[in-house]
Every structure is written in C-alpha cells, then in structure tokens.
C-alpha cells in the first residue's frame, strides 16, 4: 500500500515538473521571439486533410503508372 502511495506521489511531481517547465518554456519563447499566432484547429486539420490526401492521390498515380 505504501508502495503504491508512493508511485502515486511520485507520479504527479514528475507530471507537475514536466507541465511547469513546459509553461515556463513557453512564455520564455513569447517574451523573447517573435512567434506568429497558431491558426484556428479547423484550418489545421482541412489542411492535413488536403495534404494526406494529395499524397495519397500521387501514390495512387505512382501505382497506375507501372
């Protein structure tokens, strides 16, 4: 039982560092670089989608080639 409390605290101290220096890299980055914003999630994924899908279309062209 010990063990396991121990795990648990353990656990949540590695995540609580890992989330805090994340936070702390990332505000050091917007202080000191000029970062252009993030779009908008919809935008992101129309454009990965369009993507996948060109590569996708040119495989298939690679395939009929042969």
Known sequence: MAIKR??????????TVIFGTGVYAGVYIAQNYQIDKVE???????????FIKSKLGDLSDTKKDK
Do not use: E, H, R
């Open 6 to 15: 121990i795990a648990c605290y353990w656990s949540l101290f590695k995540t």
């Open 40 to 50: 908008n999630p919809k935008v992101l994924l129309d454009k990965a989608q369009d």
